[in-house]
């Protein structure tokens, strides 16, 4: 991947460059009016007019302008949300439009970024000089596929609770992968206790509130990796009692999903290492001292509330308990969600990292102009020769989805794209590939 890189369309990069500084020194005249002869890149004069002049409210206690405050602060003061445009206009200018073409090899004239076998904790790869995995989607518009070339994506659909299904052996969890369903919706029907036409993709529950399988898809990562109460109340805009109902009935309708992530904490408790599907080890040094101080404090909370608040601090437990509870809870609770998360989506990393070796053998076979050119966390981009045959295409799919490990199938999404993010269903391009292709070379 390092080595093949991308093209980058000069051209495009050009345009879109001249029309995001017009648009960034519009922004600029704007605000100067409203916020003054003030350096609206310094964090520090940007703090003294929003707190000091304006007398907004500092949520944050630390005079934060970050872009959750500033986007707070905006739902009162409207000309924030100015500054938010700019930002965002800003960096997409600065950072990619700007930067990127600099770093094209000459040699080749392509785009090389780096990806890093070891650069995330949990075993995915990581990428940097420049980011492709961070690649915004206005400026995937410039990574282009050569004449005669198409960028093939190919997606593994749900990799993450597929390794969850299988490993903790849930058999609920399973079902609708043994038996072609649709999992968010699945789990929306048994959690939400819905009928499945309220379930459906798009579709609003009875009382046209929610969409069930919007809010379990959101969800359903979120409490695989631990989430607390108040993020996922955040994540779907719910209250932090409805988060925590939810968070609750999920784990009582899937026992053995449930049983088997506690089996991991407990594990990491005692040993200080978990383990992938393939054996890699996360070692968390120096927990086993902090889990028997949890676990003890703990003790002596349930033996006065019956459990431990969501709320320590709002509790009636004597101060030294808070105390002590919160001395240890944080770093307890982080590990807790490491080691859940090291061995799901490290497993889910190790099966990405073997389907791309065997991919990757697959397009040497092809022929020199067959690359791996990316993989963006559970998608692996490909540039192949726009003549690519269906038959092709299917045998990339069995590749992708025969790794020995699970006893349900697994699946893969597929598009095509002459342009990084111009998205076109593989079955549509097969059917209308002449089309397609004339319409690339007008």
């Known amino acids: 991947m390092e080595k093949n890189g991308f093209l980058v369309d000069l051209e495009f990069a050009k345009k879109y460059t001249e029309k995001l500084r017009v648009e960034v020194t519009s922004l600029e005249q704007k605000l100067s009016e409203i916020f003054g002869d003030i350096n609206i890149n310094s964090n520090d004069q940007l703090a003294k007019v929003l707190y000091d002049d304006w007398k907004l409210e500092d949520k944050s206690n630390r005079r934060s302008v970050d872009a959750d405050t500033i986007k707070f602060l905006a739902l009162e003061n409207k000309n924030l949300q100015l500054l938010l445009d700019y930002r965002e206009k800003n960096k997409l200018l600065t950072t990619y439009f700007e930067a990127l073409p600099q770093k094209i090899w000459k040699r080749d004239g392509r785009l090389h970024g780096s990806f890093n076998q070891t650069g995330t904790a949990t075993g995915r790869y990581s990428s940097n000089n420049p980011n492709l995995q961070n690649i915004p989607p206005e400026a995937r518009g410039m990574f282009i596929a050569p004449a005669g070339k198409v960028i093939i994506g190919k997606d593994l659909s749900q990799i993450e609770p597929r390794c969850l299904a299988y490993m903790s052996g849930d058999i609920h969890f399973q079902d609708p992968y043994l038996n072609g369903g649709d999992l968010y919706s699945s789990l929306a029907s048994r959690v939400f206790k819905l009928d499945m036409e309220y379930c459906l993709d798009g579709a609003y529950d009875p009382t046209h509130t929610f969409k069930p399988r919007k809010r379990m898809k959101t969800g359903l990562l979120a409490v ?219």
């Open 224 to 442: 695989m990796y631990g989430t607390s109460n108040y993020t996922l109340s955040k994540q779907l805009d719910i209250t932090v009692e409805e988060a925590e109902a939810f968070i609750e009935e999920f784990l009582d309708t899937y026992p053995q999903a449930r049983d088997y992530m506690q089996g991991i904490r407990d594990f990491v408790d005692k040993n200080e290492y978990v383990e992938t599907y393939e054996g890699r080890k996360r070692r968390f040094p120096k927990h086993r001292e902090v889990a028997k101080q949890y676990h003890a404090v703990v003790r002596e909370i349930e033996a006065m509330a019956g459990k431990v608040p969501s709320n320590i601090w709002a509790s009636d437990l004597p101060y030294k308990v808070k105390q002590s509870y919160w001395a240890v809870a944080k770093n307890y609770g982080r590990v807790a969600r490491q080691s859940v998360n090291a061995v799901i989506q490290g497993s889910s990393a190790d099966y990405i990292k073997l389907v791309m070796l065997r991919v990757n053998e697959y397009l040497k076979s092809r022929g020199d102009d067959w690359k791996l050119i990316a993989t963006i966390h559970d998608e692996i981009l490909m540039e192949v020769p726009d003549t690519i045959t269906a038959e092709d295409i299917a045998e990339l799919d069995r590749i992708m989805t025969n790794i020995e490990w699970f006893n349900f199938p697994v699946k893969t999404d597929t598009v095509v794209m002459y342009k990084w993010g111009d998205e076109i269903p593989v079955k549509e391009w097969l059917e209308n590939r002449e089309d397609y292709n004339a319409k690339r070379t007008a």
